[in-house]
């Protein structure tokens, strides 16, 4: 088990750095998936069985699905990646490097201070999770169903055509609708519905 | 330098991941189920942000026909 | 099955929310708002009997559902407390709902706010059945104050017309003024007693406070501040006559069976106060009195047939406060009942004259209706029978006969208040015969253009049956409420009779018919005469604008109020706000500047940040 | 740091258990290609393969040597390292998922406490082969194929695993010889029979047999996701669709219909017939039914699977929590 946990870790963090400096999109998820599910046999091996599970279901089962799906939909084809490419390049790195070398010597620090003793933490049930997550953390449970509902709505709402329509009816002069609506565009049009021919 | 929506997205996930890994590690540290809580907190936000961030994605897509965050700067102050 | 009691309250409410959330067609809205009323009141049946048949201990049973709050020493329940003056509330109320319900189905059938309207009806009953089933003084406030919402919500049902708002919120704000009086003597109980469930309160007080101690005549005198406003008793019955604004089966719902009858309800729950505060309970008596006579008058002068009708109101809740206020509980309780079926028979049946003329409200428009009508006309004069009290065979006799013996035989009676009661009989039945004779008699002048249908009639069926048998139960009454309500006659020497005291009144009412026929049936030039005359002009000027209270309060409060806002418009504290508004809008437009919408600022913002705080957290 | 790796039913002899749930299960998957056109024939009045050996048994052999012998084409536009991975990846996910099957008392590779959750893990990372397939191809009906197939595995996977958390519930584990174990006296068909109809639907879209094949739908797209393929990946994919097939039908066998449980015949029998009734099902299916239209199926998924699966769970969790 021990062999199984440093192996995946460091399958997980090449994987990572695989996947920040890919410039197809497609492969950089592919990195990313795999990074998740070395993650997912890290929490194995550490001893969260739910949570091992949970993170291949949700995050590369679902999350991940997501970004393929949306990156297919966009279908960015090669002109992407090298333009992807092109703005990998150059001394931009400077500063993001500094700050994050910055950011890693602190942790560094911290972690050195702190003299970590050895402890076996043991295995913690599913059942054990549940309980708490029902319990003490009920409030917490709420909070995020309302929050994904949160978000159901809003990507529902950014996902609506409703935009498209009202500009696709003054398709020869949209700024005209625009104008005309004064910028509401999802009102645009239904004052001037009734004249038109 | 990553300007690309899609892949800023990915850096957060990853983010989002590492910190989640660093929570599972502390709970299962001292034994207990916290860790794993937080973590699934982490999960619910990671998927509403990713659902709410792609759907922007396809919109500025569509307004703007490159994924460059640089020109999605339209709520500057 | 007294667990059912819960769901009595819980029915019209859940009916209120599924009508306001969901869409329904015209025909389910109407089954589920009449469905859940009926549900109601067959629970309420069922508790009734199951209350009967097995009279639980001390004769109350008590339901607690849930701890509401728990903070400090404060801790109110969602509970129901269930006693024999509960339960004949709650059966009232739940009925003549449900009749009123069935009857707006048809009334209301062309109105575009159809769901709307029973959401709003619903949630008045509910509201209503738990303000009269709770068990301690928050809850009831929270039922008081949801039938204020609703009454505000349905005054200003037609809000399109400005004035119905209008009208709406008046009747919101002054009863407010009263709740904000009750609220405070909410404060004041709990302080000085540390508690708001009824029956503990009512034990403590009785304890700590003796009779006629300063604080307990606080407190009656605050409860009685609430209780007026939301009685319409002077002098905060300003907002009742207006309340016609709304749709007449929400007067008949607002007058007979819930609202007005609140402020009694709050004083017979919380009667033992009153007995410890007898300054407070002769001020309840007197407010009463004042208010009979008041509204009476106003009523006798009144065009608007529903305008009668709410000074008829006010006048008999006026009865009802003066029968609190000599100690006559049980007969404030029994004219409440039987002034539920009258009075709710009396506006349904004004409903079905008004939709009949077209919307006409003046009874001068009106006339010859006798046969045209002949159904409204019959429940009409049954119901006006029994609100002036014929004698013998209406309910409404029975009851008042009652509350005008209390007057002078009760623990406060004496023969004052007996005669301003008779003068109320008087009042009484001058301005309802008036009513029917200037509606019913006489010559037609207007064209009959609708008739009601079947669930418009069964409920006035019913009502006028109830009307007149209702008066028959006043013993059984009487024992029933013994246990909580006790009836007890003044220990001070009467030299007349209650027998005695009922033929005054029947003379009194024979008198007042023969004077209304003379006047508004046989010889109308008399009245006219009378009123164009130079003093009883003015007279009735006075006494059609409610004895100026509405022009009095205008000068007094609102004017000087606006004045002073007017001349306090520049003080230092708005330099103030505007100086703390001044500062943000610096703030933003400093902080505007690093808004530049571009990504990798902020996500480098962020991380600066971050180093930042970690390094304080580590070097500090 | 060890978690509870192996649980009471994992076979003593782990190499020789993996080597003959292998065996067992691809060979299985090959006689389907055979038991299914024989079947979908018997069911439209057809003969169906009937001319090489005994009942046309060996037609299997014929066409495996057919895919081995043919030319294992890359096409030029493609990406090369994705396409070749895509079809591995169903094969690798679906035998994975056979891992955690109990067959019978010892005839299973690895009793795991988590056993559900790896099998919905590993279904929904098979997707990616789809989806990725599509993808590499670089061709427009293929890329229609995995845009199709990445939005019909999320929406059906939702309820998929919401339908099974009844059953969790009443087993009170996530362990699959647990569940079998706790339908020792009523198999749980009874009390999750709506769970049952939603994953056996879910279970369909899962496998992406009709009615829910239109990720490859050949009237409209060609030949869906595996258009481009040939030759040896192309057989992965056709065979990875009989594995998965025989993977939902034991999935269901395990869940509802009480696993190896029986009289008088072996265990492992038991299991077998059991299992093969819902292949015959899952043909029959597509010898019966017509395919959804796309708008249909997403709408469907989520408009009245979902709310379903979510009415169950909850009147699940009352009546279980109402028992105690």
């Given at each position: 088990m021990e062999a199984a946990f440093y192996i995946a870790a460091i399958v997980a963090i090449v994987s990572t750095v695989l996947t920040i400096t890919r410039s197809n999109a497609v492969h950089a998820l592919l990195y990313l998936i795999v990074s998740l599910l070395a993650v997912a046999v890290v929490f194995y091996a550490m001893g969260a069985p739910l949570v091992a599970a949970l993170e291949v279901i949700i995050y590369a089962g679902a999350i991940m699905v997501l970004f393929v799906f949306v990156v297919m939909m966009l279908n960015l084809g090669k002109r992407a990646a090298i333009t992807e490419?092109?703005?990998?390049?150059?001394?931009?790195?400077?500063?993001?490097?500094?700050?994050?070398?910055?950011?890693?010597?602190?942790?560094?620090?911290?972690?050195?201070?702190?003299?970590?003793?050895?402890?076996?933490?043991?295995?913690?049930?599913?059942?054990?999770?549940?309980?708490?997550?029902?319990?003490?953390?009920?409030?917490?449970?709420?909070?995020?169903?309302?929050?994904?509902?949160?978000?159901?709505?809003?990507?529902?709402?950014l996902g609506r055509p409703v935009l498209e329509k009202a500009e696709g009816r003054y398709d020869r002069n949209s700024d005209g609708a625009r104008a005309h609506s004064g910028g509401n565009l999802i009102r645009a049009g239904a004052r001037r519905a009734p004249n038109a021919p | 330098m990553r300007r690309n929506l899609i892949f800023i997205l990915m850096s957060i996930e990853i983010m989002l991941n590492g910190?989640?890994?660093?929570?599972?590690?502390?709970?299962?540290?001292?034994?207990?189920?916290?860790?794993?809580?937080?973590?699934?907190?982490?999960?619910?936000?990671?998927?509403?942000?990713?659902?709410?961030?792609?759907?922007?994605?396809?919109?500025?897509?569509?307004?703007?026909h490159n994924l460059d965050a640089d020109a999605a700067n339209e709520m500057r102050g | 099955m007294l667990g059912l009691l819960w769901l009595l309250p819980a029915i019209p409410f859940a009916s209120a929310l599924a009508l306001a959330v969901l869409r329904f067609s015209r025909k389910q809205v109407a089954w589920i708002a009449v469905g859940a009323t009926a549900a109601s009141t067959v629970v309420s049946v069922l508790v009734t009997i199951a209350f009967l048949s097995a009279p639980p201990v001390a004769h109350a049973y008590t339901q607690v559902l849930w701890t509401w709050i728990d903070v400090g020493g404060f801790r109110p329940e969602i509970a129901f407390y269930l006693d024999p003056l509960s339960l004949i509330m709650t059966l009232v109320v739940a009925f003549v709902s449900f009749l009123i319900?069935?009857?707006?189905?048809?009334?209301?059938?062309?109105?575009?706010?159809?769901?709307?309207?029973?959401a709003y009806m619903n949630l008045f009953v509910a509201s209503m059945l738990t303000l009269l089933l709770a068990n301690n003084l928050l809850l009831l406030y929270l039922g008081w104050e949801g039938v204020g919402l609703c009454s505000y919500l349905l005054i200003g049902f037609w809000y399109r017309d400005p004035a119905n708002g209008a009208?709406?919120?008046?009747?919101?704000?002054?009863?407010?003024?009263?709740?904000?009086?009750?609220?405070?003597?909410?404060?004041?109980?709990?302080?000085?007693?540390?508690?708001l469930q009824i029956q503990e309160l009512m034990l403590r007080a009785s304890q700590n406070w003796h009779i006629g101690s300063p604080v307990a005549v606080a407190a009656a005198l605050l409860l009685l501040g609430g209780a007026v406003g939301k009685s319409a008793q002077l002098p905060l019955q300003t907002w009742l006559p207006d309340a016609m604004a709304g749709p007449t089966p929400v007067s008949a719902l607002i007058h007979a069976a819930t609202m007005v009858t609140a402020g009694v309800y709050l004083i017979a729950r919380t009667h033992v106060l009153y007995s410890l505060a007898p300054a407070a309970q002769f001020a309840v008596a007197l407010v009463g009195a004042a208010t009979l006579l008041i509204a009476g008058f106003s009523a006798l002068t009144q065009w608007d047939l529903k305008r009668v009708l709410a000074y008829s109101t006010m006048s008999q809740i006026g009865y009802m406060f003066l029968a609190l206020g000599v100690g006559a509980w049980p007969a404030a309780i029994f004219h409440f009942m039987t002034h539920a079926f009258f009075k709710a028979l009396l506006f349904l049946a004004a409903g079905i004259v008004i939709d009949a003329l077209h919307d006409e409200h003046s009874i001068f428009r009106m006339g010859g209706l006798r046969t045209r009508l002949p159904i409204a006309f019959w429940t009409f004069t049954i119901a006006g029978c029994s609100l002036s009290g014929l004698p013998l065979i209406t309910a409404g006799a029975f009851s008042k006969d009652w509350i005008i013996w209390g007057a002078w035989s009760g623990p406060n009676g004496n023969a004052g208040l007996w005669i301003v009661a008779l003068a109320g009989v008087m009042l009484t039945t001058l301005y309802t015969f008036r009513m029917i004779f200037l509606v019913f008699f006489g010559e037609a002048s207007s064209e009959v253009t609708k008739r009601p249908g079947k669930a418009m009639l069964i409920p006035c069926f019913v009502l006028a049956f109830l009307s007149i048998v209702g008066g028959y139960v006043k013993a059984p009454f009487a024992r029933f409420l013994e246990t909580v309500l006790p009836w007890t006659e003044g220990a001070h020497s009467v030299p007349i009779?209650?027998?005695?005291?009922?033929?005054?009144?029947?003379?009194?009412?024979?008198?007042?018919?023969?004077?209304?026929?003379?006047?508004?049936l046989r010889k109308r030039a008399y009245a006219a005469a009378l009123a164009s005359s130079a003093a009883g002009s003015a007279l009735h000027q006075f006494w059609f604008s409610d004895?100026?209270?509405?022009?009095?309060?205008?000068?007094?409060?609102?004017?000087?109020?606006?004045?002073?806002?007017?001349?306090?418009?520049?003080?230092?504290?708005?330099?103030?706000?505007?100086?703390?508004?001044?500062?943000?809008?610096?703030?933003?437009?400093?902080?505007?500047?690093?808004?530049?919408?571009?990504?990798?600022?902020?996500?480098?913002?962020?991380?600066?940040?971050?180093?930042?705080?970690?390094?304080?957290?580590?070097?500090? | 740091m060890v978690p509870d790796f192996e649980g009471a039913m994992t076979s003593p002899y782990p190499i020789a258990a993996i080597a003959g749930i292998l065996i067992m299960v691809l060979s299985l998957a090959a006689l389907l290609i055979w038991v299914e056109r024989r079947l979908l024939a018997l069911w439209q009045d057809r003969y169906g393969p009937n001319r090489v050996g005994p009942f046309g048994l060996l037609q299997v052999v014929a066409d495996m040597i057919k895919i081995f012998a043919k030319e294992d084409w890359l096409p030029p536009f493609a990406d090369k390292a994705v396409f070749i991975i895509a079809p591995a990846i169903i094969m690798v996910t679906v035998l994975l998922s056979f891992a955690v099957v109990p067959f019978s008392p010892g005839i299973i590779v690895v009793d795991l406490n988590i056993a559900l959750l790896f099998f919905l893990g590993m279904s929904s990372l098979g997707v990616y082969s789809i989806v990725l397939a599509g993808w590499a191809s670089d061709s427009k009906y293929s890329l229609l194929g995995g845009l199709r197939a990445a939005a019909q595995m999320i929406s059906y996977e939702v309820f998929m695993s919401l339908s099974l958390m009844g059953v969790?519930?009443?087993?009170?584990?996530?362990?699959?010889?647990?569940?079998?174990?706790?339908?020792?006296?009523?198999?749980?068909?009874?009390?999750?029979?709506?769970?049952?109809?939603?994953?056996?639907?879910?279970?369909?879209?899962?496998?992406?047999?009709?009615?829910?094949?239109?990720?490859?739908?050949?009237?409209?797209?060609?030949?869906?996701?595996?258009?481009?393929y040939s030759g040896m990946k192309f057989g992965m994919?056709?065979?990875?669709?009989?594995?998965?097939?025989?993977?939902?039908?034991?999935?269901?066998?395990?869940?509802?219909?009480?696993?190896?449980?029986?009289?008088?015949?072996?265990?492992?029998?038991?299991?077998?017939?059991k299992m093969f009734a819902f292949i015959c099902f899952f043909i029959l299916l597509r010898a019966s039914l017509p395919r959804l239209r796309f708008d249909q199926l997403m709408s469907w998924g989520w408009k009245v699977m979902l709310p379903l699966a979510l009415l169950n769970l909850i009147v699940t969790g009352a009546v279980v929590v109402a028992w105690r």
């Open positions: 490419g092109q703005w990998m390049q150059g001394n931009i790195w400077l500063g993001p490097v500094l700050l994050s070398a910055v950011l890693v010597a602190e942790v560094l620090y911290l972690i050195l201070r702190a003299r970590l003793t050895e402890s076996a933490g043991g295995v913690v049930d599913p059942k054990q999770v549940g309980l708490a997550l029902y319990g003490p953390y009920l409030i917490g449970v709420e909070l995020s169903s309302m929050l994904l509902l949160g978000a159901l709505v809003g990507a529902c709402h | 910190t989640g890994v660093a929570f599972v590690a502390a709970g299962s540290r001292w034994g207990q189920p916290d860790g794993q809580i937080m973590f699934l907190f982490i999960l619910a936000m990671a998927a509403a942000e990713v659902s709410v961030g792609l759907a922007l994605v396809l919109r500025l897509y569509h307004l703007h | 319900h069935l009857y707006s189905t048809e009334f209301m059938i062309d109105d575009d706010g159809y769901s709307r309207f029973f009208a709406g919120r008046k009747a919101f704000v002054v009863t407010r003024i009263g709740d904000t009086a009750m609220v405070i003597g909410l404060f004041l109980l709990f302080h000085d007693l540390g508690t009779t209650e027998l005695v005291s009922e033929v005054i009144a029947a003379l009194v009412f024979l008198m007042g018919v023969y004077l209304a026929y003379i006047f508004f004895w100026g209270m509405d022009w009095l309060y205008d000068r007094v409060f609102v004017r000087p109020l606006v004045w002073f806002a007017r001349v306090d418009k520049g003080d230092f504290i708005d330099g103030f706000y505007a100086g703390v508004a001044r500062m943000n809008e610096l703030a933003w437009r400093i902080l505007s500047r690093t808004e530049t919408g571009r990504l990798r600022w902020y996500a480098a913002g962020i991380a600066a940040g971050s180093v930042v705080f970690i390094a304080v957290v580590l070097f500090l | 969790v519930l009443l087993a009170g584990s996530f362990r699959l010889s647990a569940i079998v174990e706790a339908q020792k006296r009523l198999w749980f068909i009874v009390p999750q029979f709506l769970g049952f109809v939603l994953f056996l639907i879910a279970g369909v879209a899962e496998a992406r047999r009709s009615p829910f094949d239109l990720p490859e739908a050949e009237a409209e797209l060609v030949a869906g996701f595996h258009s481009e994919f056709f065979v990875g669709e009989y594995l998965g097939v025989i993977l939902i039908s034991s999935m269901i066998t395990v869940l509802f219909f009480g696993g190896w449980l029986g009289p008088w015949l072996p265990p492992i029998v038991w299991f077998l017939i």
